[in-house]
C-alpha cells in the first residue's frame, strides 16, 4: 500500500549539475502531476501528463523536463540546476478529472548551492 | 494566476474550538478541494466539493461553497492539537484537463 513515491528525499546539487526526480505510483492512477513548494506559497505547478506517453506544461515549466514512459512513473529532470530550483518538490497522482483528490508523496528535498 | 487565495494567514486556537478558514477565486471552477499539509510532510486530501454543491460534510469538516461569491470556507468543529497543519485550497477550474491550483494555505496552530 505504497501510493505515491518519491526518490530521493533529499539532495544538495551544485549549479548547473543535472538530476531526475522520480515518482511512482502503484495505485493505476492516470494523471500525474509535479509541484513545487517554496517558503510561504503554495504549491505551484510544473508539468502534468494524462496518461502514458503524453506531458504538459503547467504553471512553472522553465528548467524543467518531464518524461512519463510508464503509466506507474513520472520522472522530473533538472539539466542545468539553479540557486532559483531550490525547492520542496512534490509529485501527485489522480483517478481522473472532477471526482477525486490527489494522492501525494512525501516530497524531495532539493538545494542547488 | 487561478490561484485561490486562504484567509488568514495563520490561525491561533484553543483546543475545543471551531476553526474557520476561507478561500477565494478568480474563475469559474469544476470543483474545489480542501488538503491538509503536516510540517515536513505531503498533502492530505481533504474534501472535495463540486460546483453543484453548496455544503459537505466529513467527520469534524464542513466545506460550504458559494460560487456567486467565488468562496469557499472550511470549519474544523471542536479542534484537537492534532490538528495542527497547514491547510491548502485547490481549485480545479472549468474548461481543461484536471490539474488543481493552490492557494499559498492557512497555518492553524491548536493549543492545548
Known amino acids: 500500500n505504497a501510493g505515491v513515491t518519491q526518490t530521493p528525499k533529499f539532495r544538495v546539487l551544485k549549479t548547473g549539475q543535472s538530476m531526475t526526480l522520480l515518482c511512482a505510483q502503484d495505485?493505476?492512477?492516470?494523471?500525474m502531476y509535479w509541484y513545487r513548494q517554496d517558503p510561504g506559497m503554495g504549491l505551484r505547478l510544473i508539468h502534468y501528463s494524462v496518461g502514458e506517453g503524453t506531458t504538459a506544461k503547467g504553471e512553472v515549466p522553465d528548467g524543467y523536463n518531464v518524461s512519463r514512459l510508464k503509466k506507474q512513473n513520472f520522472l522530473l529532470g533538472l539539466e542545468s540546476a539553479a540557486p532559483s530550483q531550490t525547492s520542496v518538490y512534490f509529485c501527485?497522482?489522480?483517478?481522473?478529472?472532477?471526482?477525486?483528490?490527489?494522492?501525494f508523496g512525501s516530497g524531495t528535498r532539493l538545494t542547488v548551492v | 494566476s487561478q490561484q485561490g487565495e486562504e484567509d488568514p494567514q495563520a490561525l491561533s486556537i484553543q483546543e475545543g474550538e471551531n476553526a474557520t478558514m476561507n478561500c477565494s477565486y478568480k474563475?469559474?471552477?469544476?470543483?474545489l478541494q480542501w488538503y491538509r499539509q503536516n510540517s515536513g510532510r505531503g498533502l492530505v486530501h481533504l474534501i472535495l466539493?463540486?460546483?453543484?454543491?453548496r455544503e459537505k460534510h466529513s467527520g469534524r469538516l464542513r466545506v460550504t461553497l458559494d460560487t456567486s461569491k467565488k468562496s469557499s470556507s472550511l470549519l474544523i468543529t471542536a479542534s484537537r492539537a492534532a490538528d495542527t497543519a497547514s491547510y491548502f485550497c485547490?481549485?480545479?477550474?472549468?474548461?481543461?484537463?484536471?490539474?488543481?491550483?493552490f492557494g499559498a494555505g492557512t497555518r492553524l496552530a491548536v493549543h492545548p
Open positions: 501527485a497522482s489522480s483517478r481522473g478529472t472532477g471526482e477525486y483528490g490527489y494522492t
Open positions: 485547490a481549485t480545479e477550474f472549468s474548461g481543461g484537463y484536471n490539474k488543481l491550483i
Open positions: 466539493i463540486r460546483s453543484n454543491e
Open positions: 495505485m493505476n492512477h492516470e494523471y
Open positions: 474563475t469559474s471552477i469544476n470543483n
